[in-house]
């Protein structure tokens, strides 16, 4: 069952309040694990209604708030939207990173609405929780999460960031719609890539996730969320594994907030100036060729 929301989600919870937060954190993981959505370690839903996908987000509150408009979210008549990426910021105050504010949205989101609010697991979360050295123009995102963490929880700090974990932990690694049909979509945070094609379980969407998943390197989330350079029959193979004609990503780059990875994938970058998300309609959704033709710039005017 899903409730309105305020216009701002998160302004109903104390955010600076360890207790609220890690309240909120906890109610998020369980309505990501026990949503009717959540088949194995993925969202299942039917292709019927829209669908407002993004990609990665690295804490921009304004596209962030533009992606929950478009969506409709506490309207009582939403689209499904996915969000990935969420931390890791780019603007430090001080040296430190507070985008778990970002993060506290997308949780209240979640919470708010279930079924139609998708958390896709992305390689920056999963760095956050597993303590992996990312070096993001010469910051060290983790230790930057962290000491804003800890600048507005003080002695309260680890009990926010094991909360953290619990929601990181229960997010999906994908959202896929009309599995089994010539074009049925997958969105990801990204793919494994060729690699680690050896070593990935390609049953992974299919089961609960385990800790052994999350290993560097080795564990089949891991490996999906930080793929790069996937070759076309790779791709090709995945969506004749997966049943899927379309996969919709983030991970790299796009100049342009979105680039076609043929035959069958799309970039998108949510968080820069030329950040764009896509409404696809999900009864009728795009081929490869014409899924450019569902993006939609993030910035007004």
Same mark, same amino acid.
């Given at each position: 069952m899903t409730h309105d929301l305020p216009a701002d989600p998160i302004a109903a919870y104390d955010t600076r309040s360890a207790p609220a937060v890690v309240e909120l954190l906890h109610d998020s993981a369980e309505a990501n694990l026990g949503a009717a959505c959540r088949v194995g370690s993925a969202d299942v839903i039917e292709p019927a209604g829209t669908l407002i996908a993004t990609g990665d987000l690295h804490d921009n509150p304004v596209h962030l708030a533009r992606v929950a408009e478009m969506a409709g979210l506490g309207t009582g008549d939403p689209s499904h939207v996915t969000l990935h990426e969420v931390i890791h910021s780019d603007r430090l105050v001080n040296g430190m990173d507070l985008s778990h504010r970002a993060l506290l949205r997308v949780a209240a989101l979640k919470v708010g609405d279930p079924e139609h609010v998708h958390t896709i697991l992305a390689n920056h979360e999963l760095a956050q929780i597993i303590g992996s050295g990312i070096v993001k #123009? &010469?910051?060290? $995102?983790?230790?930057?999460?962290? !000491? /804003?963490?800890?600048?507005? =929880? /003080?002695?309260?700090?680890?009990?926010? *960031?094991?909360?953290?974990?619990? =929601?990181?932990?229960?997010?999906?690694? !994908? *959202?896929?719609? &009309?599995? &089994? !049909? #010539?074009? &049925?979509?997958?969105?990801?945070?990204? *793919?494994?890539?060729? @690699? $680690?094609?050896?070593?990935? @379980? =390609? /049953?992974?969407? @299919?089961?609960? *996730?385990? #800790?052994?998943d999350y290993v560097p390197r080795r564990g089949s989330a891991h490996l999906i969320t930080w793929g790069r350079r996937q070759k076309p029959e790779q791709l090709e193979e995945l969506a004749q594994r997966w049943g899927v004609g379309l996969f919709i990503l983030g991970h790299d780059h796009a100049e342009q907030g979105y680039a076609i990875k043929p035959p069958n994938a799309i970039v998108l970058n949510s968080d820069h100036a030329r950040g764009v998300a896509m409404r696809i309609d999900l009864a009728d959704p795009p081929t490869p060729e014409s899924a450019m033709d569902c993006v939609v710039p993030l910035a007004h005017g």
């Open positions: #123009d &010469g910051v060290r $995102v983790v230790e930057a999460f962290n !000491a /804003g963490v800890e600048y507005v =929880f /003080g002695d309260e700090t680890d009990d926010v *960031l094991a909360a953290i974990d619990a =929601f990181i932990r229960s997010m999906p690694v !994908a *959202l896929i719609s &009309g599995r &089994g !049909a #010539d074009r &049925g979509l997958l969105c990801a945070h990204s *793919l494994p890539g060729p @690699d $680690v094609w050896d070593r990935f @379980d =390609f /049953g992974v969407l @299919d089961r609960p *996730l385990t #800790d052994e």
